[in-house]
């Protein structure tokens, strides 16, 4: 009788792995997730959100490419344990890194510390997947590969939708209960009409808060009642004006900080851009009454309490000595063309590690372009964007138990085609669904519109697993045993140049020649299409 999915937990070792992976996947998806959500908001049109999202999408793959090589020397060279000790002490200064980050919201750090967090991944790699043949037994190879992408992709769900709340709670441009330091001050100071900003402010609220403005009485420090309420709506719509509210005469005593200074420097604001710069010039217009919006830096706490967790659980795995210390580090370029080499020498390893790459691919392009077709096509807030990624990843999750289930003891190489061909009608549903939205009559419901997109992007998650679990479990497997480090760091570099050129195809149509998302994920229907038909011949003689 097979063995149930999850008996691999009974290895104390093992569930070590698993939690300290799982709290470093959380951790880079968070980071990953909600510096795009910042990068759309702060963007002054979605042209430069695109971009800004092409940029963080080809940085983070980037020390992969660069540094897999050694990674997987150091992986075979030294104690896998000792790597992925090390690697996640690097995670904890990374997020320190991201909490100063966010906290300066200097564009380029952040950019450069989504970089570090690539080079930390990077490292933990080819240990985190090496060390999996020396903790399970060879039956228990898909099985324990179906629970670390399961936990893997959970770690996504979570990361991606707290990404959403932890935009909304620390960066939102909307006002709320909140968002003031003193606002009955406010009133008076908008009441006395004593400065140039007050004065145009008041004449841009609508009729409800102007009533309740004049209605005040500061002698006696008595509100209208629900004046709360009234001020609120007043600066949101202010916020929310079809352009910016800025004005040199205006605004020509207020101190503007560097960050609406680089707004107001970009004469074609549009979009998320507009209300980001409104709620900017009100900060700075009156510092002691509103509070910054932009708060991200506190919630990067979060980031350095779960690095910190995880940094302890690794200790869990047990001490394993070096498969292979012998292991010299050598030159990337031809450690490359050794390793491309060594791939050939084993059946169908070397089409594994392309298929590997093809996959991921397409997984990261299609996680590029949901925050476009989410934010910009089909107007969807940060939160419910990142609840239909999180659909994507609940998908996966459930569908690599669903692949490590049909594997059973073996390897099931059906998977592979099959699961492409399910992807590709998965791709054409997002295609048509902005033209399904409009025969529908939804487009102003977005909670239908997170429905549907959520419900098919969690089908594709599931279809996409099946596809990938076999092909991971046979790299595993088919490596030779003192040359499994660097077989995966091969597969670590193939995989995230994949993600690198991802980046780059998503720019290409997204950008330069400026399709909509949609129309992406039509291109890639094609595309996998064919990969498709070319894993199903080249693995045939596995089936």
């Given amino acids: 009788m097979s063995k149930g999915v999850f008996s691999v937990l009974k290895d104390k070792s093992f569930s070590s792995l698993v939690v300290t992976q799982f709290l470093g996947a959380f951790n880079d998806n968070l980071f990953k997730q909600l510096l795009v959500l910042f990068m759309f908001a702060t963007a002054a049109s979605s042209t430069d959100g695109k971009l800004y999202n092409s940029i963080a999408g080809l940085l983070f793959p980037l020390p992969f490419i660069l540094f897999s090589i050694h990674a997987g020397v150091a992986a075979d060279r030294y104690s896998k344990r000792t790597i992925i000790v090390i690697a996640k002490w690097m995670e904890v200064g990374v997020m320190l890194s991201a909490m100063l980050a966010f906290y300066l919201q200097e564009r380029n750090f952040l950019f450069l510390t989504l970089f570090f967090m690539g080079t930390q991944s990077a490292l933990f790699g080819p240990s985190k997947y090496g060390v999996l043949p020396e903790l399970l037994p060879k039956k228990d190879l898909s099985r324990g590969n179906g629970v670390i992408l399961l936990t893997t992709f959970m770690a996504i769900i979570v990361g991606t939708g707290a990404a959403g709340v932890l935009k909304e709670g620390f960066g939102s441009t909307s006002f709320k209960e909140s968002s003031f330091h003193n606002s ?104 002691k009454e509103i509070k910054k919006s932009q708060q991200l830096h506190w919630a990067c706490l979060l980031f350095v309490l779960i690095a910190a967790l995880g940094t302890l659980t690794s200790y869990g795995v047990k001490k394993l000595p070096p498969s292979s210390p012998e292991t010299d580090f050598i030159n990337p370029i031809s450690g490359f063309m050794s390793n491309w080499k060594m791939l050939g020498e084993t059946s169908l390893l070397r089409a594994g590690v392309l298929s590997n790459t093809y996959l991921w691919f397409l997984g990261t392009v299609i996680m590029l372009g949901i925050n476009d077709y989410g934010i910009i096509l089909l107007k969807l807030s940060d939160i419910e964007t990142s609840y239909t990624l999180a659909l994507l990843s609940l998908g996966i999750a459930l569908g690599s138990v669903c692949a490590a289930k049909l594997s059973g003891d073996s390897i099931n190489f059906k998977l592979i085609p099959q699961g492409s061909f399910f992807v590709v009608g998965a791709l054409i549903a997002v295609f048509f669904l902005p033209y399904a939205i409009d025969a529908l009559d939804v487009q102003d419901n977005t909670k239908a519109k997170t429905i549907l997109l959520g419900g098919i992007l969690f089908f594709a998650g599931v279809v996409f697993a099946l596809a990938v679990v076999p092909v991971q479990a046979f790299l595993q497997e088919a490596a030779p045993e003192d040359k499994k480090g660097r077989v995966l760091s091969m597969n670590n570099l193939c995989n995230f140049t994949g993600m690198f050129f991802s980046s780059a195809f998503y720019w290409f149509t997204a950008v330069f020649c400026g399709m909509d998302a949609n129309e992406t994920m039509g291109v890639l229907a094609i595309m996998t299409l064919i990969f498709g038909l070319v894993a199903r011949n080249i693995f045939r003689s596995k089936f």
């Avoid at 140039?196 to 402010?201: A, C, F, M, Q, R």
């Avoid at 009533?211 to 009234?230: G, H």
């Avoid at 719509?237 to 509210?245: G, H, M, P, Q």
Wanted: proline share 5%.
């Fill in 184 to 287: 009955k001050e406010l009133v008076w100071k908008v009441k006395a009409q004593e400065d140039p900003v007050s004065l145009h402010l008041i004449s841009k609220f609508p009729a409800v808060t102007k009533e309740m403005i004049e209605k005040a009485d500061k002698a006696s420090e008595k509100l209208p009642e629900n004046w709360k309420a009234n001020l609120i709506d007043g600066l949101n719509a202010v916020v929310n004006n079809d352009k910016v509210i800025y004005s040199s005469e205006i605004f020509a005593e207020v101190k503007l900080s560097s960050a609406t200074k680089k707004m107001i420097a970009n004469k074609e604001i549009e979009g998320r851009g507009i209300p980001h710069t409104n709620r900017l010039l009100l900060e700075d217009a009156y510092p």
